[in-house]
């Protein structure tokens, strides 16, 4: 019986090698490499998986108080090209940093080329990961502009919550407030630690987004500008406010620059989904018809829908995106630029209505 003690060893050199001892051990070693790996792989094929289930928790929490309903809004990830901070198209941005952002953000971009889907999985991103969303939801309110009220004042009191103060921009300035309140500790520990303080411990701020914000520029005019000034500033002046106003032309971009000389806004050109992503999600055949609609996904799926119920009328895709550019430009865009004017007049007006 004496192949049980069989010498396992071998050597190379004056290293001796050891089969059922250094073997088991680089065994073992590979298996918890292999183990970890699988970890790794696993945690992101979470991620992944439950990436949705994560964004409509997020969109819910951080807009719980408003009376928009978000389930409509998609959550597909694709890939879009460039942001750019002007209308020349130079010096491209790799994110929206609304982390860090110092002023309020207007985000411009084409109809139905999925600014809002832009935005709400950029701040999903950017700002918290997906662990931590799950965790600790941030606040805020998701507003979408109409013109069916009679007055600003009346649109914004129609959005947000039941409240027993009159004024809404006041509820607004409360709902700020409240946070900072609630986040005492970790305001001092940002202003103790600065950027040595871990993400999941730095102050959540207010994100407020305006979705279709040139609708309440068409209806309301320089009121809806001397309305929205406050919430402006407080984006400027607090690191716990965050404002977005998604809008679709350059006569809103001019409108919004009337507050504090344009001091107040970053504005910035919405990136469209790539070709690439296009093909890849698609297919080839759809991605012609989303180069011949201008690059707008939106549109291009309009189109794609309306054929499949009248294909012996529809128009070609070029044909059919320049008309819908048309109608909306219309229908839904800013068609004059507010003016100095009109700004000061209504400004003047609230002060008087103040006193």
Request: hydrophobic fraction near 40%.
């Amino acid at each position: 019986m004496n192949f049980l003690f069989l010498d396992s060893s071998f050597s190379f050199g004056d290293v001796k090698f050891d089969l059922f001892g250094h073997g088991i051990g680089l065994s073992q070693l590979a298996v918890g490499v292999a183990a970890l790996g699988s970890v790794v792989v696993v945690g992101r094929i979470y991620a992944r998986m439950y990436y949705q289930r994560a964004s409509q928790k997020f969109l819910r929490s951080l807009f719980t108080i408003s009376k928009q309903n978000l389930e409509g809004i998609e959550a597909k990830v694709l890939e879009r090209g460039p942001l750019y901070p002007d209308v020349l198209k130079k010096h491209p941005r790799t994110n929206l940093d609304m982390q860090h952002a110092k002023k309020a953000v207007a985000l411009i971009g084409d109809n139905r080329s999925g600014k809002t889907i832009f935005l709400c999985n950029t701040i999903l991103y950017e700002m918290f990961p997906w662990w931590y969303r799950l965790f600790f939801p941030p606040r805020g309110l998701f507003l979408t502009g109409s013109k069916e009220s009679p007055t600003v004042h009346d649109w914004l009191r129609s959005k947000i919550a039941v409240s027993d103060k009159d004024n809404a921009w006041a509820i607004l300035e409360d709902l700020i407030q409240k946070r900072f309140e609630e986040q005492r500790i970790r305001i001092f520990l940002r202003t103790l630690l600065k950027d040595k303080l871990p993400a999941f411990l730095k102050p959540q701020p207010t994100i407020i987004v305006v979705d279709q914000a040139e609708e309440l520029l068409r209806a309301y005019g320089a009121d809806f500008l001397v309305g929205i000034y406050n919430l402006v500033k407080g984006a400027r002046d607090h690191k716990t406010v965050r404002l977005i106003l998604v809008i679709n032309s350059e006569n809103a971009v001019k409108s919004l620059k009337l507050m504090n000389g344009g001091n107040v806004f970053d504005i910035l050109y919405a990136p469209k989904v790539t070709r690439n992503a296009v093909v890849k999600e698609y297919g080839e055949e759809f991605a012609k018809i989303f180069d011949a609609c201008d690059s707008c996904l939106g549109v291009a799926l309009d189109y794609v829908r309306d054929k499949a119920k009248d294909p012996e009328n529809m128009p070609s895709a070029k044909d059919y995106a320049s008309m819908a550019k048309n109608i909306y430009t219309r229908d839904h865009c800013l068609l004059n630029e507010i003016t100095r004017e009109a700004y000061d007049e209504a400004g003047d007006h609230k002060k008087k209505s103040n006193k």
